[in-house]
């Protein structure tokens, strides 16, 4: 994969244009996340100590596109934010603003992206608007590559010069090593929805040796099986894809399960063939998940998304856990992403034991699934 990188870029006196994913959960104003600003750090102050005037952008929620101000929607708490970690200023203008401004400070943030008309569609206009206003662009925001949008890959077509930042080549490093890997590599997939993930477990379980299911998606493929599986979650419609893919033999369910009538009562241990009609199904049982350890043991790559049980609720957590626990133990290259993975990690207290933990939802499912991200083809192309 070739794409012109940070390093080989002279930056002397340039103007740089850097959009960033800093799409952070937000809480009465204050992020209570800033994991992916903190992973943005180092290209912001290199770009700084290189003495680049810098314009920041970013996306953040899906506000509507009607080129208004939109409180809920703006950036102030990630400026805020992002001020403490630089511990300097940083003037926040709308797009606009900043076009009409003779007198720009070295560093400024452009307000949310999506407020913009045009952004979603791609819009060439407002596309080269965002090249207008600088030298050179670096793209850094992989979590938002998989959006073929105006400030992700239309302002990389007008752009004189575009280059990668260095989380983005740090994220498609990482992911391409698993990708490429041909010395056993294992994926675990939980999460709700088979229907989300069909492509991606399609996909995995051609390419990988073995892949681990659960969560909702395994629930589906045990009905599949013809088990009754009482009221646990599932997906009536894709019954007959899972019954497809547990034809491969790569592709792995519980045997045993914890169930309980209710999510807010103690679970009990169950084969998966003899689950009660009233009880659903909350986690994967632990002894099960030991059973893998010999899997995990053997594997050279291990990605991981998704926990496989209802782990916010401690008394369904236990197989996550174990799981995670087992993951870091094991001498794989372990890379996890995605949804509810960051949080499964940190409950299970193995956060900083991965070797990899990716910023990124939808474009990490979609990169591994071998889809290609529409930013980082135009990244490529140019
Ligand atoms: C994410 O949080 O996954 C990215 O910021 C992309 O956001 P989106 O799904 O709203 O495009």
Redesign the pocket.
């Known amino acids: 994969m070739r794409y012109k990188k940070l390093k080989d870029i002279s930056l002397s006196n340039k103007s740089v244009l850097l959009r960033l ?1 800093l ?1 952070a959960p937000i809480q009465n104003g204050v992020v209570t996340n800033n994991e992916r600003l903190l992973r943005s750090l180092p290209t912001i102050s290199y770009l700084l100590e290189k003495g680049a005037s810098l314009k920041i952008m970013s ?1 953040l ?2 506000p509507e596109e009607n080129d208004l101000f939109q409180e809920a929607f703006s950036l102030k708490p990630v400026v805020v934010e992002l001020e403490k970690l630089l511990d300097r200023s940083i003037p926040l203008h709308s797009l606009k603003e900043i076009e009409s401004m003779d007198n720009i400070s070295d560093l400024v943030m452009i307000e949310n992206t999506r407020f913009n008309i045009g952004e979603k569609n791609n819009d060439s206009t407002l596309s080269k608007r965002f090249s207008d206003l600088a030298d050179l662009f670096v793209m850094d925001a992989f ?2 590559s998989h ?1 073929a949008h105006a400030s992700t890959t239309g302002v990389i077509s007008f752009s004189d010069v575009a280059c990668a930042g260095f989380l983005l080549d740090e994220e498609l490093s990482a992911l391409l090593k698993v990708k490429e890997d041909k010395n056993k590599s294992i994926a675990i997939l939980g999460g709700a929805k088979i229907s989300t993930k069909l492509g991606l477990i399609d996909s995995l379980s051609q390419s990988m040796d073995a892949v681990v299911l659960g969560g909702g998606i395994a629930n589906t493929c045990l009905a599949a099986k013809g088990f009754n599986i009482g009221k646990s979650l599932v997906e009536p419609s894709m019954l007959k894809e899972a019954e497809q893919l547990l034809k491969n033999p790569k592709v792995i369910i519980p045997e045993i399960v914890v169930v309980s009538q209710s999510p807010d009562q103690p679970g009990r241990e169950v084969a998966a063939d003899k689950i009660g009609e009233n009880e659903a199904i909350f986690d994967i049982s632990p002894h099960y998940i030991l059973q893998l350890e010999s899997i995990i043991n053997e594997a050279g790559t291990i990605l991981w998304n998704g926990p496989i049980g209802f782990f916010e609720k401690e008394n369904f957590d236990k197989g996550t856990i174990q799981l995670a626990k087992m993951i870091v133990a094991s001498k794989a290259y372990s890379v996890a992403g995605g949804g509810d993975t960051i949080s499964a990690a940190e409950k299970a207290g193995v956060l900083d034991k991965l070797d990899y933990v990716s910023t ?4 990490f499912l979609e990169f591994i699934e071998g889809r290609k991200l529409p930013a980082i083809e135009a990244l490529i192309q140019k």
């Open positions: 994913d799409n996306h929620g899906r979590a938002t959006r990124a939802g939808g474009a």
